[in-house]
C-alpha cells in the first residue's frame, strides 16, 4: 500500500497562481520528498524535508511538515507554464534509504 | 555527463517471452532501484539492491529477478511469470546509508501483448 496520498489528485489553475498539494502518510518518517515528473519522463527531485525540520524553501517552492499531524504541502508559487507535471511526495523510513511514494498529483497550469 | 541510463525507451514483446531490461549509472552510487509505474499512478518498488552481489524484494517483486554483478548496472528481468507487465519501468540509484535523493533514469515503457 502507499505510504503517502496525495491531495488533491488533479489541480488545474493560471499561470501566475500558486499552486498548493498535500500529502499525508500512515507511519514514522525520516526524511520527506517531494519529486516532479513530466509526461512520459523520469522522475527529478525538487526538495527534501527531514522530520525535525518544519519549513523548507527553494526558489518558488515550499514545503511544510507536521510529523504531527503525518503530512506535508508543497507550495508552487507564481505558477508558469513549465510547472505542468505531476508532483509525487516520497517518505523515507529510518532504515536505509527506500522511498515509499504516494500516487501523486497532476498539476495543470494554463497560459 | 553523469547520470542514469535506461534501454531502450520503448520495448514491445509477446506473451510468455520474458524480457530484460537495461538500466545503468555512473554516478558512483551504491544503491540502485526499480520501480513499476501504471498509468495515472505512484510508483511501486520492485527490487532493490544497496551494494554489488545483494538486493532485496520490494512490494510488488513477484513474476521480476533482477541482478547486481557490477556497480554501475542493475537490470531487470521481466518473467512470463509477471501476470500484468505492461508498464512504466523506472530505474533510479542513490548514494547508499543516507537519506539523499534519488536520481531517476528516463524509463522504458515495456507493451507486451
Known amino acids: 500500500s502507499q505510504q503517502g496520498e496525495e491531495d488533491p489528485q488533479a489541480l488545474s489553475i493560471q499561470e501566475g497562481e500558486n499552486a498548493t498539494m498535500n500529502c499525508s502518510y500512515k507511519?514514522?518518517?525520516?526524511?520527506l520528498q517531494w519529486y516532479r515528473q513530466n509526461s512520459g519522463r523520469g522522475l527529478v527531485h525538487l526538495i527534501l524535508?527531514?522530520?525535525?525540520?518544519r519549513e523548507k524553501h527553494s526558489g518558488r517552492l515550499r514545503v511544510t511538515l507536521d510529523t504531527s499531524k503525518k503530512s506535508s504541502s508543497l507550495l508552487i508559487t507564481a505558477s508558469r507554464a513549465a510547472d505542468t507535471a505531476s508532483y509525487f511526495c516520497?517518505?523515507?523510513?529510518?532504515?536505509?534509504?527506500?522511498?515509499?511514494f504516494g500516487g501523486g498529483t497532476r498539476v495543470l497550469v494554463k497560459p | 555527463d553523469g547520470g542514469i541510463t535506461q534501454s531502450p525507451k520503448y520495448l514491445f514483446r509477446k506473451e510468455g517471452q520474458n524480457v530484460t531490461l537495461s538500466c545503468e549509472q555512473n554516478?558512483?552510487?551504491?544503491?540502485m532501484y526499480w520501480y513499476r509505474q501504471d498509468p495515472g499512478q505512484g510508483l511501486r518498488l520492485i527490487y532493490y539492491?544497496?551494494?554489488?552481489?545483494?538486493?532485496q524484494k520490494g512490494d510488488i517483486a513477484e513474476g521480476y529477478s533482477v541482478s547486481r554483478e557490477k556497480k554501475e548496472s542493475f537490470p531487470l528481468t521481466v518473467t512470463s511469470a509477471q501476470k500484468n507487465p505492461t508498464a512504466f519501468y523506472l530505474c533510479?540509484?542513490?548514494?547508499?546509508?543516507?537519506?539523499?535523493?534519488?536520481?531517476f533514469g528516463p524509463g522504458t515503457r515495456l507493451t507486451v501483448t
Open positions: 516520497a517518505t523515507g523510513r529510518a532504515a536505509g534509504n527506500k522511498l515509499t
Open positions: 554516478l558512483n552510487h551504491d544503491a
Open positions: 507511519t514514522s518518517i525520516n526524511n
Open positions: 539492491s544497496q551494494i554489488v552481489n545483494d538486493f
Open positions: 524535508i527531514r522530520s525535525n525540520e
Open positions: 533510479a540509484s542513490t548514494a547508499s546509508g543516507s537519506t539523499y535523493e534519488q536520481y
